[in-house]
């Protein structure tokens, strides 16, 4: 490689890895916990679930609870299990009839539990682990904002992982072999992002790709909808598969008595290993009613098996179907495919860890990418304003991203103490005690205190969630266990693991730090 070309691919990762450094950061480590997203929710509510997409509820049952407090007749309904927990996502579309009661002229949407059949808004269910699984693409900031910065912050990850792989090609094989601790303070930071970089490359190529098209693919799209759908957004929606056909009502009721439980019953006979995670009743109670079921197989099944299938109501027979072992389009397999490596709930609970494990270990390539900066500009030719302003940012960076660590763990402990925990109480418990801790870190100057500081007190508060879980609720790490509650335990031993960890390096830092003194 020429030096010109090497010069310019080594700038291009450094500025891309720099500018968006603070974000990544917030990203993969929100997004590692994400990977749990389901468990802390059940966890937080001290509910407990089959690990499965699968409606395993009386749907009718959640369908005549919804009938008594909704006027439904003529209507659209869905049922749709967005997540693993014991709520159910409701959506009731306006009513067609123009002629109509005034209340079913606009749409609804709810969750219903589906044990005890109590409604709540988006509000009144929110939690800590949505919160997390929201904040790794920056949904608190006004849409579509929040998206959009994810989204290309996401895109220019993808331009330095591409750069800083054409930038260590020739010496990739034989750094990776290279540690060298003892070394001075560049070669340390230079080996260790090399060497992890490399470990966690598949695993961060992945979600930059996925994360950008998840993110920005409407920017994305925008063109091709202009230009080869003449800008008709409905067709080009359908054709991607996320469209629903059209059945009008002929508004006279339907006499027979319809159990959606039954056709779910015959499709899951139908096709075995058949998960069904969305019920969508067209024109409910209309002569003109049909049910659709959509799901996928079994994961242990097929990786890419989405299928669905319409029922008439009035008549039970099938009207249309897609068979999810034999029909697959180009484009939901893709669809579906990037979903799916995204939220890497096909491989059970050892891929999710080892998920949440690479994303610690790209926030730890993060941070030594940042120290390889500020190490190398720290230097006795570069002017002592500028050296001091380069340590100034580093220290603010470095204020920012640590401090999630023990702000996560103690809002782990918060939501179990004020339970339930509202929206608001999660957003102003993290967000300001987020700005607190980066405060405190930001007036010390001191990238060792800040290091430290957030290691120990992160270990802390993780040892203390599954001490406070006990305590709250009495689902210590053994009761749990015994009775099955099983997302409380794999919580609980999460934060465990974690704090453990935190103290062994800590511990480690520190025996460092009194040898370098001696020395």
């Given at each position: 490689m020429k030096?010109?070309?090497?010069?310019?691919?080594?700038?291009?990762?450094?500025?891309s890895?720099i500018v968006?450094?603070?974000?990544?950061?917030?990203?993969?480590?929100?997004?590692?916990?994400s990977?749990?997203?389901?468990?802390?929710?059940?966890?937080?509510?001290?509910q407990t679930v089959?690990?499965?997409d699968?409606m395993?509820?009386?749907?009718?049952?959640v369908?005549?609870?919804?009938?008594?407090?909704?006027?439904?007749?003529?209507?659209?309904?869905e049922?749709?299990?967005y997540?693993?927990?014991?709520?159910?996502?409701?959506s009731?579309?306006a009513?067609?009839?123009s002629?109509a009661?005034?209340?079913?002229?606009?749409?609804?949407f709810?969750?219903?539990d589906?044990?005890?059949?109590?409604?709540n808004?988006?509000?009144?269910?929110?939690?800590?682990?949505e919160f997390l699984?929201?904040?790794?693409?920056?949904a608190?900031?006004?849409?579509p904002m929040?998206?959009?910065?994810?989204?290309f912050?996401?895109?220019?990850?993808?331009?330095?992982i591409?750069?800083g792989?054409?930038?260590?090609?020739?010496?990739i094989?034989?750094n990776?072999?290279?540690?060298?601790?003892?070394?001075?303070?560049?070669?340390?930071?230079?080996?260790?992002?090399?060497?992890?970089?490399?470990?966690?490359?598949?695993?961060?190529?992945?979600?930059?790709?996925t994360?950008?098209?998840?993110m920005?693919k409407?920017?994305?799209?925008?063109?091709?909808?202009?230009?080869?759908?003449?800008?008709?957004?409905?067709?080009?929606?359908?054709?991607?598969?996320?469209a629903?056909?059209?059945y009008?009502?002929?508004?006279?009721?339907?006499?027979?008595?319809?159990?959606?439980?039954?056709?779910?019953?015959?499709?899951q006979?139908k096709?075995?290993?058949?998960?069904?995670?969305?019920?969508h009743?067209?024109?409910?109670?209309?002569?003109?009613m049909h049910?659709?079921?959509?799901?996928?197989?079994a994961?242990?099944?097929?990786?890419?098996?989405?299928?669905?299938?319409?029922?008439k109501?009035?008549?039970?027979e099938?009207?249309?179907?897609?068979?999810?072992?034999t029909?697959?389009?180009?484009?939901?397999?893709?669809?579906?495919?990037?979903y799916r490596i995204?939220?890497?709930?096909?491989g059970g609970?050892?891929?999710?860890?080892?998920?949440?494990?690479?994303?610690?270990v790209?926030?730890?390539?993060?941070?030594?990418?940042?120290?390889?900066w500020?190490?190398?500009?720290?230097?006795?030719?570069?002017?002592?304003k500028?050296?001091r302003?380069?340590e100034?940012?580093?220290?603010?960076?470095?204020a920012?991203?640590?401090?999630?660590?023990?702000?996560?763990?103690?809002?782990?402990?918060a939501?179990k103490?004020?339970e339930?925990?509202?929206?608001?109480f999660?957003?102003?418990?993290?967000f300001?005690?987020?700005l607190?801790?980066?405060?405190v870190?930001?007036?010390?100057?001191d990238?060792?205190?800040?290091?430290?500081t957030?290691l120990?007190l992160?270990?802390?508060?993780?040892?203390l969630?599954?001490?406070?879980n006990g305590?709250?609720?009495?689902?210590?790490?053994?009761?749990?266990?015994?009775?099955?509650y099983t997302?409380?335990?794999?919580?609980d031993?999460?934060?465990?693991?974690?704090?453990?960890?935190?103290f062994?390096?800590?511990?480690?830092?520190?025996k460092?730090?009194?040898?370098?003194?001696?020395?």
């Open positions: 030096n010109r070309t090497y010069n310019i691919l080594f700038h291009t990762h450094t500025v890895g968006i450094s603070v974000a990544l950061y917030v990203i993969f480590f929100a997004g590692s916990f990977f749990f997203r389901d468990e802390i929710v059940n966890w937080e509510r001290n089959e690990i499965t699968d395993q509820f009386n749907v009718d049952a369908l005549d609870t919804i009938t008594k407090t909704h006027n439904l007749y003529g209507r659209d309904i049922l749709k299990k997540f693993r927990e014991q709520q159910v996502g409701v009731i579309a009513s067609k009839d002629l009661p005034e209340e079913t002229k606009s749409a609804q709810f969750y219903i589906t044990k005890n059949f109590k409604e808004t988006y509000l009144e269910s929110y939690s800590l682990g699984y929201r904040l790794h693409f920056f608190q900031i006004p849409y929040g998206y959009y910065l994810s989204g912050v996401a895109l220019f990850f993808l331009f330095a591409i750069t792989v054409l930038v260590h090609w020739k010496k094989v034989s990776f072999y290279v540690f060298r601790p003892l070394e001075k303070l560049k070669t340390m930071w230079t080996d260790a992002h090399t060497t992890l970089g490399m470990l966690g490359l598949p695993f961060q190529f992945v979600y930059a790709v994360g950008a098209f998840f920005i409407l920017l994305l799209v925008a063109p091709n909808v202009l230009i080869m759908y003449d800008g008709d957004q409905a067709k080009f929606y359908e054709d991607l598969g996320y629903h056909p059209n009008q009502p002929v508004y006279k009721k339907l006499v027979a008595d319809v159990s959606v439980a039954n056709y779910m019953e015959q499709t006979k096709w075995k290993d058949f998960e069904i995670f969305e019920v009743i067209f024109n409910y109670g209309d002569e003109n049910v659709l079921l959509n799901g996928h197989l994961y242990t099944a097929s990786f890419n098996g989405m299928g669905e299938v319409i029922y109501a009035k008549t039970g099938i009207v249309s179907e897609k068979n999810p072992i029909e697959q389009s180009y484009v939901e397999a893709v669809k579906n495919i990037l995204h939220y890497g709930d096909y609970l050892a891929l999710k860890l080892l998920s949440m494990l690479l994303g610690f790209t926030c730890f390539v993060i941070i030594s990418g940042v120290m390889i500020l190490v190398a500009r720290d230097k006795k030719n570069i002017p002592e500028k050296r302003f380069n100034r940012v580093v220290q603010i960076y470095l920012i991203c640590l401090s999630m660590f023990p702000i996560t763990a103690l809002s782990f402990i939501v103490l004020v339930p925990a509202s929206q608001s999660i957003y102003n418990f993290y300001i005690g987020w607190a801790l980066t405060l870190f930001v007036f010390k100057k990238n060792a205190f800040t290091n430290k957030s120990l992160g270990s802390l508060f993780g040892l969630v599954p001490v406070c305590v709250v609720t009495g689902n210590w790490l053994w009761v749990s266990i015994k009775n099955g997302q409380s335990f794999i919580v031993v999460m934060w465990l693991l974690i704090a453990i960890f935190g062994l390096v800590f511990y480690k830092m520190n460092n730090a009194k040898k370098q003194k001696r020395n």
